[in-house]
């Protein structure tokens, strides 16, 4: 089966650096993703990681270390449309299969 | 390009009824997958379709069908609603070659 474990609430202030860390077990992985949902909203996606090493995107980086089974999502200079919830998700087999992760709710406070 | 369009946006079914979600995509994406996300919970995949006739199962196919008979369409049938299938439904869509997958704005369910 599949496991990812991701913290549910991060709060931080506008400005500031946030990381959100995902940590999986899973068989068969290929590689982590990052998808931003706002409440209501669908999920749209950031960023992939295949190989491990860092991987930017503007104010948002992705990190991934096969090795350690864990990977995060860095958001710098945080602006308060920033607030929303963020899945990590892995890649499984050949056939783009993602799990996700339960998400964390990033709160941005003035 | 409207990308991923999902119907109809909001429902409420009794339980034991049917129903069809409809899910089109104009972006000739090949591989198409349909996901259930429960209240503060993340997304499970319920089936996904790497071609038109060619469908798998998920993490959570019980309670569900699905068909792919176009590229564009892939309908999510349920038979016998329940109240444990209350939830919002995304149907997402990417290119086999990409990890990106688009997701449609998503049908909410509520079973009665």
């Known amino acids: 089966g599949q496991s990812l474990e991701q913290p549910s609430e991060v709060t931080a202030v506008e400005g500031a650096i946030v990381q959100i860390n995902c940590t999986y077990q899973?068989?068969?992985?290929?590689?982590l993703s990052w998808y931003q949902q706002h409440d209501g909203g669908a999920p749209t996606f950031l960023s992939y990681?295949?190989?491990?090493g860092l991987e930017e995107t503007g104010r948002f980086s992705s990190f991934l270390s096969r090795s350690d089974s864990y990977g995060y999502l860095l958001l710098q200079e945080l602006q308060m449309k920033d607030s929303a919830s963020y899945f990590c998700?892995?890649?499984?087999?050949?056939?783009?299969?993602?799990?996700f992760g339960s998400g964390t709710k990033l709160n941005v406070k003035p | 390009n409207a990308g991923v369009t999902q119907t109809p946006k909001f429902r409420i079914l009794k339980i034991g009824q049917s129903m069809t979600l409809q899910c089109t995509q104009d972006?000739?994406?090949?591989?198409m997958y349909w996901y259930r996300q429960d209240p503060g919970m993340g997304l499970k995949l319920i089936y996904y379709?790497?071609?038109?006739?060619?469908?798998d199962k998920g993490e959570v196919p019980n309670g569900y069908n699905v068909s792919r008979s176009t590229t564009e369409d892939f309908p999510l049938r349920l038979e016998l609603a329940a109240p444990s299938q209350t939830s919002v439904y995304f149907c997402?869509?990417?290119?086999?070659?990409?990890?990106?997958?688009?997701f449609g704005p998503g049908t909410r369910l509520l079973v009665l």
């Open positions: 997402a869509s990417s290119f086999p070659e990409e990890e990106t997958q688009y």
């Open positions: 899973t068989s068969g992985f290929y590689g």
């Open positions: 990681n295949g190989l491990d």
């Open positions: 998700a892995v890649k499984v087999g050949n056939f783009n299969k993602f799990y």
């Open positions: 972006m000739n994406h090949n591989y």
């Open positions: 379709s790497v071609g038109a006739g060619i469908t």
